[in-house]
């Protein structure tokens, strides 16, 4: 099977400092990934370079088997396939917006008549605990919890087979972090997409992922199996980091 996403040596430099330092990786299609690094680690200048945000000054970047290309048709047909959730999703949806607006927009990106992307947005909506009522709303009229769940609800919207959520519980009370990480395992299993998780926090990938990568000043530093990656790391800075997270060592896995 192809793999969904392939990084093969990809470096990229702002200025004097290598943002992503020869990065090579391999996600299979279906799993869920975890990218854990602290801030200015490059996983979310990663995750850019993955959606075509960012152009790499050298290496390669497929996605399902095919090469990242530049310009805004190929960004286009790209996001029928992969989707983001960023850090801020507040952020993500235009103020001046009701969120009925930001949904007919993935309609019009797909070509497909107002009724039927409604009735499958219904679906999504319900699925994700969230009212009819809310696509009435602007986003300030939202909390942040209902906000990364409209988020969701968008990127699904438009079908894809790769999601990427960076720090998908930043600044979400515990409960409902526990409550979305079980959405998101949910809708991975349930639609069969492949679920990137980047995060600072290695309890949370610990609890998501089967497979992770640690990075460092641009770098993967190590990867593997969870379980065998948090139980047993080669490297000292990964050690550092479960330091830090001294529940990830007992963290319960997630039912899958």
Avoid at 33 to 50: D, H, N, P, Q
Avoid at 110 to 127: D, K, M, S, T, W
Avoid at 229 to 246: G, H, I, N, Q, V
Wanted: neutral net charge; proline residues 5%.
């Amino acid at each position: 099977m192809t793999d969904a996403i392939s990084i093969s040596n990809a470096e990229l430099r702002f200025g004097e400092t290598a943002a992503l330092d020869g990065v090579s990786l391999t996600i299979p299609q279906g799993t869920c990934f975890g990218i854990v690094g602290e801030s200015g680690s490059g996983k979310t200048t990663l995750m850019r370079a993955v959606l075509g945000l960012q152009k790499l000054d050298q290496g390669e970047i497929c996605v399902l088997g095919n090469p990242l290309v530049p310009g805004r048709a190929a960004l286009k047909q790209r996001a029928s396939f992969i989707q983001p959730i960023f850090q801020d999703p507040a952020a993500s949806l235009s103020p001046r917006s009701r969120i009925s607006t930001m949904m007919n927009e993935v309609g019009t990106v797909l070509r497909e008549p107002h009724a039927a992307l409604f009735e499958r947005l219904g679906v999504i909506l319900n699925r994700l605990g969230l009212p009819q009522s809310v696509i009435e709303k602007y986003p300030h009229e939202i909390s942040g919890g209902q906000a990364r769940r409209v988020a969701i609800a968008r990127a699904l919207l438009m079908k894809p087979s790769i999601l990427i959520a960076d720090e998908p519980t930043a600044g979400l009370d515990v409960s409902v972090q526990g409550d979305l990480l079980n959405l998101l395992q949910d809708i991975r299993q349930s639609d069969n997409i492949t679920l990137v998780i980047i995060s600072h926090n290695l309890a949370i990938v610990r609890l998501i992922a089967e497979n992770a990568v640690v990075m460092r000043s641009g770098k993967v530093v190590e990867g593997g199996e969870v379980g065998s990656l948090f139980k047993s790391p080669r490297e000292a800075y990964t050690c550092e980091l479960l330091a830090a997270w001294p529940s990830v060592t007992r963290a319960p896995a997630l039912n899958r």
